[in-house]
């Protein structure tokens, strides 16, 4: 074949994969033999035989045969080309504006992992930062397991739980530590929605092949908030063939979610079912402890920043106690609280913290709900729950009821008529009536204020 024929089919190919492929992995082929239906290319560099055989092969033999080239096969050879030679150096900058799309960009021989289309990894989010307690230790020993390699045992890896639970950061901590060990894997880190708007470019760009090639051929492939695709129809499609293919050649996948698999709603069953297929691990809600080791953890590090820097006792508990629930709002307080504390160049104490953190630790005092006062109040006296919304009006009923009406009053933003809604629909008056007389006997039985207090400090808790 003269390689005029090939100038010819490459022009094709640069239809077809697309003027960033095509600069960076056809442009530097060089057809050295067609001989017996096999097709010898000469590349720079091992990485890019690599690359392109597995990506572009089929794609290069159907141009070659389109263009009556009687070939069954391509090989790769690996050539550094010389200076002077067509290909540029690998240090070669890219080539100035030129009206040819296949000089725009200078071909990159090397390209690492990360140029995969993925998202930048946080270098913070390590398994050596992460906290691990009790709601999150499944979750963190399943990410351990992933990352330790090996022969896939379960897929798809599915993370789930509320915001600033640690999601994320488990993923880039698996990621970090697969591309430490081998580096030669090709882990793709993104979240749905990028992926969703990789679909979508490639679909207006006519680089679906491309695009389809990209994704099929990482070795590790992590969604972060898949979520997000629920209700989008095609993303979806496609994903699932992605997910498919990636499985089919045992490539192991994790995914995130910010709930279990079943309860995306608009998200298709069959791919609910596959997600469902390996393992399925929630992070649950932060409690005390695990809040306590984050925020030690993180004020240690701080003390490198701020040096001289001191917390009084109890602040880290307070803080712990106070702030919800969320690790992200839990940084940012401590985070501020430093910036503040370094400022006015004192001890950190617990005025100091209610002062700097006042927005912080009114927005995530508990809300307490009428139902869960109605559910402590029904234990505490050894009643049933139903008993507590229902009819009967027996003291031993009776009174424990106007004790939860009470509550309600006063730990909730409830009024007086949605209060008796949620006591089987009771008038508004009933509940006042009850409200006033607990506010009586508080003064005059001590059990019953001593009682208040109790069920008051657990669902404050
Ligand atoms: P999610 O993806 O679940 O919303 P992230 O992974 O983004 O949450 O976590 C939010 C922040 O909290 C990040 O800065 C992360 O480093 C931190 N974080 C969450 N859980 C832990 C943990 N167990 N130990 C240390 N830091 C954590
Ligand atoms: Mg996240």
């Known amino acids: 074949m003269k390689n005029d024929t ?18 960076n992995w056809i442009e530097p082929l060089e057809l050295k033999t067609l001989d017996n239906g096999v097709a010898v290319f000469s590349v720079p560099t091992s ?27 391509v090989e790769f050879k690996v050539e550094p080309h010389q200076a002077g030679a067509s290909a540029p150096a690998p240090t070669a900058k890219p080539a100035v504006k030129s009206a040819e799309p296949a000089q725009a960009v200078a071909p990159s021989p090397e390209p690492r992992a990360d140029e995969l289309p993925g998202a930048p990894l946080d ?19 399943a990410a351990r397991r992933v990352a330790e390699g090996g022969p896939v045992t379960f897929n798809p890896l599915f993370l789930y739980g509320g915001v600033g639970l640690g999601k994320t950061h488990l993923m880039h901590a698996i990621a970090h530590e697969i591309r430490e060990r081998d580096p030669e894997l090709r882990v793709l880190y993104l979240s749905a929605e990028q992926f969703m708007y990789r679909f979508v470019q490639a679909l207006r760009d006519r680089q679906m092949i491309d695009f389809k090639q990209i994704f099929r051929s990482v070795d590790v492939l992590m969604v972060d908030d898949v979520q997000f695709i629920a209700g989008k129809d095609s993303t979806q499609e496609e994903f699932f ?45 932060t409690d005390y402890e695990l809040r306590l080791g984050v925020l030690q953890t993180k ?20 803080l712990a106690h106070r702030i919800s629930t969320n690790v992200r709002v839990l940084e940012g307080a401590l985070m501020r609280l430093f910036a503040f504390a370094s400022l006015v160049g004192r001890e950190i104490d617990l005025d100091l913290t209610q002062e700097c953190l006042a927005d912080i630790l009114k927005a995530s005092e508990r809300k307490v709900t009428v139902e869960e006062i109605q559910r402590k109040v029904s234990e505490h006296y050894a ?13 031993s009923i009776a009174r424990p009821r106007q004790v939860a009406m009470y509550l309600a009053k006063h730990m909730t933003t409830r009024s007086l008529p949605e ?28 059990q019953i204020a001593d009682d208040l207090e109790m069920l008051r400090r657990t669902l404050e808790a």
């Open 383 to 395: 009643i049933r729950l139903s008993d507590m919304i229902g009819p009967k009006r027996v003291r």
């Open 299 to 318: 004020a240690e590090s701080y003390r490198n920043q701020y040096p001289g820097l001191k917390f009084a006792d109890g602040v880290l508990e307070f």
């Open 47 to 73: 990485f890019m035989a690599n690359w392109v055989s597995r990506n572009f092969s089929d794609t290069i033999l159907l141009h070659l045969k389109a263009a009556n080239e009687s070939a069954s096969r």
């Open 123 to 141: 270098s913070r989010f390590t398994f050596d930062n992460f906290v691990v307690g009790k709601p999150n230790e499944l979750a963190h020993a």
């Open 419 to 446: 209060i008796g809604r949620r006591f089987g629909g009771r008038d508004h008056t009933t509940v006042m009536h009850g409200v006033k007389r607990i506010e009586e006997l508080k003064g005059t039985d001590s």
């Open 6 to 23: 090939w100038g010819r089919v490459k022009q094709q190919l640069l239809e077809s994969v697309g003027r960033n492929n095509y600069a």
């Open 241 to 285: 063939h992605t997910f498919n293919a990636l499985v089919d050649q045992n490539k192991q996948i994790i995914i995130s979610a910010d709930r279990a698999p079943g309860e995306i709603v608009g998200l298709e069953d069959r791919i609910k079912s596959r997600l469902q297929c390996g393992l399925v691990v929630d992070l649950h809600p």
